[in-house]
């Protein structure tokens, strides 16, 4: 299946969340978020000849964006810190609700301690991709990725708690 470019970029702009969400999983800081952004944008054009139309856009999308962030985190890592991650900036929106924040900020930080499959799990648990989809994406079996999830999400219960934050 050949898109345009055009057919490309509303594609991508229809299905942006995907990014934002996995940019965030990987990196508190706005500026990593925005590289790994811009980054997985362009895995996307460059794989985009690989995209067979055999599965939704935004299933291929989610793969190519996980493993884009993988590759890119681990480069990263590498490099000096910089910045300070205690510091995360608060998303500007209208309907400002502070504890739904504190509660997203501290699920972010929970996340942070998982390793990258539980975090490619647990992001695509929480945006409602079925277990099959989640298979597929990872390249595990159906019942893998059950017990993975539950693995993980009772992880992040712990973390959280231990974090001294309870919902």
Sequence with gaps: MQLTEQEFLTAINTHKGILY????????????Q?????????QLWKSLRTFKGNSAFSSW???VALNTAIVYFKKEKRKPDNYNSKKIDPIAHEDYNNEKDQQLACFYKAVKELNK???ALILQFIDGLSGKEIADNLGLSEVNVRVKINRTKSKLQEII?????EF
């Design 34 to 42: 925005q590289d790994l952004f811009q980054e997985i944008i362009l």
């Design 21 to 32: 969400k996995v940019s965030r999983m990987y990196f508190d800081n706005t500026e990593d």
């Design 117 to 119: 499959i539980e975090k």
């Design 161 to 165: 708690k231990n974090q001294g934050y």
């Design 61 to 63: 999308m989610y793969r």
